[in-house]
């Protein structure tokens, strides 16, 4: 079996001292403030001659970003016009970068990260979707170790900063303006609506950090909070969370001491995706799902807002929102707007026209939507006993003995693997009477921590059969957690009336990016059983697409969406079943931030699978593909399928969303077309509630 491995070089490094030669008393959490980037930042490209990343270069070389060169193993020649270098400490030796963008596709690209930790280099930007979990455990557990280098993503947009027009990322340069507004988001479309929405009130950004939607992030809300708390340049800030975590928590509480300390605190807004997400359901994004005992996206929001932050519930919202804050804070809103055009300005004479070219930035690495494996009832039951000899394992409790909660899982606070411990597993105690135990990757759970769960579990006065096989479980559930690359892993745990231990209930998620991406664990992964999930919800990941039905037992949620993006998908059933539009939708469905005429004819035909639906609202945000192509898509595929007779309300906004409306607008299909999010929301439930 498989067990993930540090490169081997790492591999001893991380094993016999810190990562690197950083004096012992810093941490990973000094190096927060590499993530100011701008004009005097010397940028790395690992996988420069790709041809994605040979693409983002160009547009980031025009945009003005200071690209000194790049590494290709076995290369030493020049790509466009700048060195390439065969490894990174050899590139960090001649280049001195302070950055570098790892252009690497999943498999690779976790050797990629490490590498560049190894060579020390400041600040490490991963776009890449789809690296395995574990990879990210792994790396993580290096990271702490160091006081060097410092980590933005996986499966992240990147970091942008407009004043100082730097791009490390794939961010949609014709939506950023310099200005004055700090972001920081999980999700990249939403942050792209963000973005848009503050160019347009003319308060323009300073630096934009993308947190990303993964499990476990290298740099979180807290990060990113405490560096614009220092930004001469950032005069407000605005935060965009989601479902999953407690990422939005942690920012919570730095928000309240922050106001309370600071006599003129920054302004801060922010919102959450996905309060309308179903329990239990991952929402596109592989960290956007809510773990047992984690907060809702409904209860961060509340948390969030009786922090201080001013929420929205939609991205839109955030410029003019914005504007009333900085007047309310007592600063000269017409002054920092005149500040922005001025840098804005400035910006022009030292860069061409950027337009964002298609086919190299839709893509990013991404064959798939990640989905992970669920093991169940008697399969759970059959995997565990063969990887788990010397238990009791069934699928039931027995009758005559009370059951505990233990699992091993993801802390995504410490950014690490955790034990699940909870005394009681009945769901009205068990989100209040779980604690976690953190531990390291590579060591494992020591006996010191595996004894405080069990104390916790109340089992520590169990007889001493028990109690000996409850810490062996444990430690083995560990084991297996790590060689498998498991999500989580979570069992009932009894005591019978003879003092045996018994296991029951098993719950097993795995990571398939370790399996697609890499193609580790193929028997494991076999086990996958499609006649037990939803049809339509199979049909749609074959496309690439995420599809979940919502509402199922709701004859009236007959709204369909169809959108770029999983955050902006998620916001927007959100903001279409809040106030004031109060509509029900069917469905959520990530095109998988692309929307080809394909995808868009695709997730037609699987929208109207729903005999509920009595309208499709397509809700685009065109930032990495060009809102005029975007409508031809829509009505080619459009004239393809059987619309049923179903009104289709279409949104674009973003890059030539003019040309992209005038389209749908001259079509002559009955399609109506908008860029206001609340006018056409308000348009789809008009539609929605006709008899």
């Known amino acids: 079996m498989y067990i993930p491995r540090l490169t081997s070089n790492v591999s001893r490094l991380a094993r016999t001292r810190c990562f690197s030669t950083s004096v012992s008393r810093r941490s990973y959490e000094d190096t927060v403030q590499n993530l100011k980037i701008g004009k005097h930042t010397r940028v790395l490209y690992q996988g420069f001659t790709g041809k994605v990343a040979t693409q983002n270069a160009k547009e980031s070389l025009e945009y003005g970003t200071n690209i000194v060169g790049g590494v290709k193993p076995g290369g030493s020649r020049e790509h466009l016009g700048l060195p390439v270098l065969p490894t990174v400490r050899e590139a960090k030796e001649q280049l001195k970068p302070d950055a570098t963008a790892i252009y690497v596709a999943a498999p690779h690209a976790g050797k990629a990260i490490e590498e560049a ?32 280098s410092r980590l933005v993503g996986a499966n992240a947009p990147g970091i942008i900063s407009a004043i100082g027009n730097c791009r490390i990322g794939f961010q949609p340069l014709p939506t950023f303006s310099p200005g004055h507004v700090g972001i920081v988001a999980k999700s990249g479309t939403l942050s792209y609506e963000t973005v848009a929405s503050i160019t347009r009130a003319g308060l323009g950004q300073s630096l934009c950090i993308g947190m990303g939607g993964d499990v476990v992030a290298g740099t979180n809300f807290v990060d990113a909070l405490r560096v614009f708390e220092t930004d001469d340049d950032t ?103 005149a500040s922005a055009a001025a840098n804005q300005r400035r910006g022009m004479h030292t860069m061409r026209q950027v337009r964002p ?46 059951s505990v909660y233990l699992s091993i899982s993801v802390d995504r606070s410490s950014r690490s693997p955790c034990i699940i411990a909870s005394p009681s597993t009945n769901p009205r105690k068990l989100h209040h009477r779980l604690r976690r135990f953190p531990y390291p990757y590579l060591e494992g759970p020591d006996q010191k921590t595996i004894l405080a769960a069990i104390q916790h579990l109340q089992l520590d006065a169990a007889p001493p059969a028990a109690h000996a096989q409850t810490a062996k479980l444990i430690s083995r559930l560990a084991n297996l957690y790590r060689e498998q690359e498991a999500v989580s892993l979570t069992v009932s745990l009894s005591v019978s009336s003879s003092g045996s231990l018994n296991l029951s209930h098993p719950q097993l998620f795995y990571d398939d990016a370790a399996f697609r991406s890499n193609k580790r664990h193929l028997e494991l992964h076999a086990l996958r059983d499609v006649s037990q999930e939803p049809a339509v919800e199979v049909e749609a990941e074959k496309s690439g697409i995420v599809f979940v039905k919502l509402n199922s037992a709701d004859d009236t949620a007959n ?7 999983a955050g902006l998908a998620m916001n927007t059933v959100d903001a279409l079943a809040l106030p004031p539009h109060n509509g029900k939708c069917a469905n959520f469905l990530d095109t998988g931030g692309k929307a080809t005429s394909e995808t868009v004819k695709t997730s037609f035909e699987l929208i109207l699978k729903d005999p509920r639906v009595k309208v499709i609202f397509v809700n685009i945000f065109g930032g990495l593909t060009d809102c005029g192509m975007i409508a031809d898509g829509v009505i080619m595929a459009f004239e393809k399928v059987d619309m049923q007779g179903k009104p289709v309300v279409v949104r674009l906004r973003g890059t030539n969303e003019e040309v992209g409306q005038k389209k749908i607008a001259e079509s002559g299909l009955p399609l109506e077309a908008f860029d206001g999010f609340h006018e056409a929301a308000q348009r789809v439930v008009e539609l929605a509630n006709k008899s």
Do not use: C
Request: charged share 25%.
């Open 235 to 337: 005069e407000a800030i605005v935060l965009v969370g989601e479902v999953g975590g407690s990422a939005e928590l942690e920012a919570a509480d730095w928000i309240k001491d922050y106001y309370r300390r600071e006599k003129n605190p920054k302004p801060i807004a922010a919102l959450v995706g996905g309060r309308m997400s179903p329990a239990g359901r991952v929402m596109g994004h592989a960290g956007a799902w809510a773990g047992v005992g984690e907060a809702t996206a409904e209860e961060k929001y509340k948390i969030l807002q009786d922090a201080g932050a001013t929420m929205v519930d939609h991205p839109e919202k955030f410029g003019n929102v914005m504007k009333s804050l900085l007047k309310q804070a007592g600063k000269d809103v017409s002054k920092i707007q």
């Open 559 to 565: 709204i369909g969406t169809l959108v770029n993006g």
């Open 357 to 402: 070219t298609i086919a190299s930035q839709t893509s990013r690495f991404n064959p798939n939507q990640q989905r992970s494996l669920h093991l169940r009832d008697q399969k759970a039951v059959e995997h565990l006993n063969k990887s788990l000899e010397g238990f009791n394992i069934s699928e039931e409790t027995p009758n005559d003995a009370d």
């Open 117 to 148: 930790i190894e060579a020390e280099i400041p600040l490490i930007v991963a776009v890449a979707e789809h690296i395995p979990l574990h990879d990210i455990l792994r790396i993580m557990s290096i990271l702490k170790t160091q006081s060097k």
